[in-house]
C-alpha cells in the first residue's frame, strides 16, 4: 500500500561542480529521495521499484524503464510503493546545466540541436521506446568515465533524445529560469496543495489566504506567473490525474471523474476535450493502441 505522502515546499539544492555532464545514482532509501529543485537538468533512469512520480504538479505512476528529463527548478521526487524495500541501486542520473550549452554553442553551433528540448524541460519530459538495455548500457558508461570521454558517451544519447517525437510533457506549470525564490515558493505552495487536495472541492480564495494575498491579488499573480487562470489551472491539474487513470486502470469514465474532482461527468467530458481535443473514451483507446504498440515494438 503506497503510504500518503506530504509534499511541502520543495527543497532547493545548490550543485557545485566544474564538469559539464555530472552523475550520480542512489538506491532505495535514501536521503535523495526528497521533494525538491536546483538549477540543473537531471536525466532520470529508473532500473528498480515502482510506485508514484511527483513532477511539478504532475502525479503519475513510475516503473523500472522510465526515463524523464526534468528542467531547471522543476520540483521532483519519486515514492517508493513498498517503503520497506531496501534497493542497492533505483536510479541513474545524469546532470548537466543550462550555462553549459547554451554558451557551448556559441563555439560548438551543433549543440543548438538540443536547445528546444531543454525548453520543454521546463514541463518535464517522459520518453517512451528506448530500449531499456541501451539506457542501462549508456548510463554505466557515463557512471564509469570521466571528463571529456563522459562528454563524448553523454552527447549521442542526448541527441537521440531531442530527436525523439515520442514523449510527453509533464507540469502544466513551467518555473521561469530569470524567476525570483520568493515567487517561485509562493507558485511551489500552490503547486503542491493543488497537486495533494485536487479530489477535493478547491476554491480560489483558501488557496488566496495560504500564500497571503486577497482574491483579486491573487488572481492577477497566478495568471502572470503561470500564464493560466488558477481555475484553468485546477482543470488541467485533474485532467492530467484522469489521463493516467485512464491509462493505467479499467475504472469507469464516471469513477474517474469524481475521483479527480469533478462534480459532473458533463462537465469533465468537456474540459477534457478542451484540453486533449478528444473524449476521455477516445483517449482511453488511443493510449491503449499506443501501449499495444509499443510492447509489440
Not at 521506446?129 to 564509469?144: M, T
Not at 492530467?240 to 458533463?266: H, K, M, P
Not at 468537456?270 to 509499443?294: A, M, W, Y
Request: aromatic share 10%; proline share 3%; hydrophobic share 35%.
Amino acid at each position: 500500500m503506497l503510504n500518503t505522502v506530504k509534499r511541502i515546499t520543495p527543497e532547493y539544492e545548490i550543485v557545485e561542480d566544474n564538469e559539464t555532464i555530472r552523475y550520480l545514482e542512489h538506491g532505495h532509501p535514501s536521503d535523495l529521495i526528497r521533494w525538491h529543485a536546483h538549477d540543473d537538468y537531471e536525466l532520470h533512469f529508473i532500473v528498480a521499484t515502482s510506485g508514484k512520480v511527483f513532477v511539478g504538479d504532475y502525479i503519475g505512476n513510475y516503473a523500472p524503464g522510465q526515463l524523464i528529463l526534468t528542467g531547471p527548478r522543476l520540483p521532483h521526487n519519486w515514492i517508493c510503493q513498498n517503503d520497506q524495500e531496501d534497493i542497492p541501486l533505483r536510479d541513474m542520473v545524469i546532470r548537466f546545466d543550462h550555462e553549459s550549452f547554451s554558451n557551448g554553442m556559441k563555439i560548438i553551433p551543433e549543440l543548438a540541436e538540443i536547445l528546444p528540448m531543454l525548453a520543454r524541460a521546463k514541463s518535464g519530459i517522459e520518453f517512451f521506446d528506448l530500449n531499456h538495455q541501451y539506457l542501462a548500457d549508456i548510463f554505466q558508461k557515463v557512471r564509469d568515465s570521466s571528463g571529456l570521454s563522459r562528454l563524448i558517451i553523454s552527447l549521442p544519447l542526448l541527441q537521440k533524445l531531442a530527436q525523439s517525437r515520442s514523449y510527453r510533457l509533464l507540469s502544466t506549470v513551467q518555473i521561469d529560469l530569470k524567476s525570483n525564490e520568493t515567487l517561485q515558493r509562493k507558485i511551489n505552495t500552490v503547486v503542491d496543495y493543488v497537486s495533494q487536495n485536487y479530489s477535493q472541492d478547491i476554491t480560489l480564495s483558501s488557496v488566496a489566504s495560504l500564500i497571503g494575498m486577497s482574491d483579486s491579488h491573487f488572481s492577477r499573480f497566478f495568471k502572470k506567473a503561470t500564464g493560466n487562470r488558477f481555475i484553468e489551472f485546477v482543470n488541467r491539474v485533474r485532467i492530467s490525474r484522469a489521463c493516467s487513470l485512464l491509462t493505467e486502470t479499467d475504472q469507469q469514465i464516471a469513477t474517474i471523474c469524481f475521483q479527480v474532482g469533478f462534480n459532473n461527468v458533463a462537465n469533465f467530458n468537456r474540459r477534457f476535450h478542451e484540453l486533449k481535443g478528444v473524449t476521455p473514451r477516445d483517449f482511453r483507446t488511443q493510449s491503449n493502441i499506443h501501449i499495444e504498440g509499443t510492447t509489440a515494438h
